[in-house]
Nanobody, 118 residues
Protein backbone atom coordinates (compact mmCIF):
# COMPACT_ATOMS: atom_id res chain seq x y z
CA UNK A 1 0.00 0.00 0.00
CA UNK A 2 1.18 3.51 -0.82
CA UNK A 3 0.36 6.76 0.94
CA UNK A 4 0.95 10.31 -0.22
CA UNK A 5 0.82 12.97 2.47
CA UNK A 6 0.99 16.66 1.57
CA UNK A 7 2.03 19.42 3.93
CA UNK A 8 3.15 23.03 3.86
CA UNK A 9 -0.04 24.80 2.92
CA UNK A 10 -1.31 27.85 4.71
CA UNK A 11 -2.19 31.52 4.48
CA UNK A 12 0.26 33.85 2.76
CA UNK A 13 0.11 37.42 1.52
CA UNK A 14 0.26 38.23 -2.20
CA UNK A 15 3.85 38.19 -3.37
CA UNK A 16 4.82 35.72 -0.66
CA UNK A 17 6.20 32.21 -0.85
CA UNK A 18 5.32 28.75 0.36
CA UNK A 19 6.90 25.35 -0.07
CA UNK A 20 4.64 22.32 -0.33
CA UNK A 21 5.84 18.82 0.39
CA UNK A 22 4.43 15.42 -0.52
CA UNK A 23 5.88 12.41 1.23
CA UNK A 24 5.38 9.01 -0.38
CA UNK A 25 5.52 5.94 1.82
CA UNK A 26 4.80 2.26 1.56
CA UNK A 27 6.18 -0.68 -0.40
CA UNK A 28 7.72 1.52 -3.08
CA UNK A 29 9.99 -0.03 -5.67
CA UNK A 30 10.26 3.05 -7.84
CA UNK A 31 8.49 6.33 -8.54
CA UNK A 32 7.94 6.96 -12.21
CA UNK A 33 6.22 10.33 -12.13
CA UNK A 34 4.99 12.86 -9.62
CA UNK A 35 2.69 15.80 -10.23
CA UNK A 36 1.01 18.65 -8.46
CA UNK A 37 -2.57 19.55 -9.29
CA UNK A 38 -4.80 22.16 -7.75
CA UNK A 39 -8.49 22.93 -7.44
CA UNK A 40 -9.54 26.48 -6.75
CA UNK A 41 -12.92 27.45 -5.33
CA UNK A 42 -15.59 26.80 -7.92
CA UNK A 43 -13.03 25.55 -10.43
CA UNK A 44 -12.05 22.24 -11.92
CA UNK A 45 -8.86 20.51 -10.92
CA UNK A 46 -5.93 21.66 -13.04
CA UNK A 47 -2.38 20.50 -13.67
CA UNK A 48 0.36 22.57 -12.06
CA UNK A 49 3.69 20.81 -12.53
CA UNK A 50 5.32 17.41 -12.92
CA UNK A 51 8.68 15.70 -12.59
CA UNK A 52 9.60 12.28 -13.90
CA UNK A 53 12.12 9.72 -12.74
CA UNK A 54 14.73 11.22 -15.02
CA UNK A 55 14.31 14.64 -13.46
CA UNK A 56 12.54 16.19 -16.43
CA UNK A 57 10.06 18.85 -15.36
CA UNK A 58 7.03 20.41 -16.96
CA UNK A 59 4.91 23.34 -15.81
CA UNK A 60 1.56 24.87 -16.54
CA UNK A 61 1.98 28.23 -18.24
CA UNK A 62 0.40 30.10 -15.35
CA UNK A 63 3.16 29.04 -12.91
CA UNK A 64 6.22 29.18 -15.14
CA UNK A 65 8.90 31.33 -13.62
CA UNK A 66 7.19 31.36 -10.22
CA UNK A 67 6.92 27.72 -9.11
CA UNK A 68 9.65 25.08 -9.01
CA UNK A 69 9.04 21.36 -8.65
CA UNK A 70 11.73 19.11 -7.26
CA UNK A 71 12.13 15.73 -5.66
CA UNK A 72 14.32 14.14 -3.02
CA UNK A 73 14.68 10.69 -4.53
CA UNK A 74 16.36 9.23 -1.47
CA UNK A 75 13.47 10.23 0.79
CA UNK A 76 10.64 9.95 -1.77
CA UNK A 77 9.53 13.51 -1.07
CA UNK A 78 8.13 15.82 -3.72
CA UNK A 79 8.35 19.58 -3.30
CA UNK A 80 6.72 22.59 -4.87
CA UNK A 81 8.41 25.91 -4.18
CA UNK A 82 5.88 28.64 -4.86
CA UNK A 83 7.09 32.22 -5.16
CA UNK A 84 5.37 35.46 -6.12
CA UNK A 85 2.05 34.02 -5.08
CA UNK A 86 -1.14 35.61 -6.35
CA UNK A 87 -4.68 35.45 -4.97
CA UNK A 88 -5.66 33.29 -7.95
CA UNK A 89 -3.17 30.66 -6.74
CA UNK A 90 -5.49 29.98 -3.80
CA UNK A 91 -6.57 26.36 -4.05
CA UNK A 92 -6.28 22.93 -2.56
CA UNK A 93 -3.06 21.47 -3.92
CA UNK A 94 -2.92 17.73 -4.54
CA UNK A 95 0.01 15.42 -5.04
CA UNK A 96 -0.29 12.67 -7.65
CA UNK A 97 2.18 9.89 -8.33
CA UNK A 98 2.68 6.86 -10.51
CA UNK A 99 4.47 4.39 -8.30
CA UNK A 100 5.65 0.87 -8.80
CA UNK A 101 5.15 -1.56 -5.95
CA UNK A 102 4.39 -5.13 -6.99
CA UNK A 103 2.59 -3.39 -9.88
CA UNK A 104 2.37 0.18 -11.17
CA UNK A 105 -0.46 2.29 -9.84
CA UNK A 106 -1.57 5.89 -9.60
CA UNK A 107 -2.06 7.50 -6.22
CA UNK A 108 -3.42 10.78 -4.86
CA UNK A 109 -2.76 12.66 -1.67
CA UNK A 110 -5.46 14.23 0.46
CA UNK A 111 -4.58 17.80 -0.48
CA UNK A 112 -3.28 20.85 1.34
CA UNK A 113 -4.96 24.25 1.34
CA UNK A 114 -3.12 27.31 0.06
CA UNK A 115 -4.75 30.69 0.59
CA UNK A 116 -3.20 33.85 -0.83
CA UNK A 117 -4.82 36.90 0.69
CA UNK A 118 -3.96 40.19 2.32
Amino acid sequence: QVQLVESGGGLVQPGGSLRLSCAASGSIVSINLMRWYRRGPGKQREFVAEINSGGTTNYADFVKGRFTISMDNAKNILYLQMNSLKPEDSAVYYCYAVIRTSYSGAYWGQGTQVTVSS
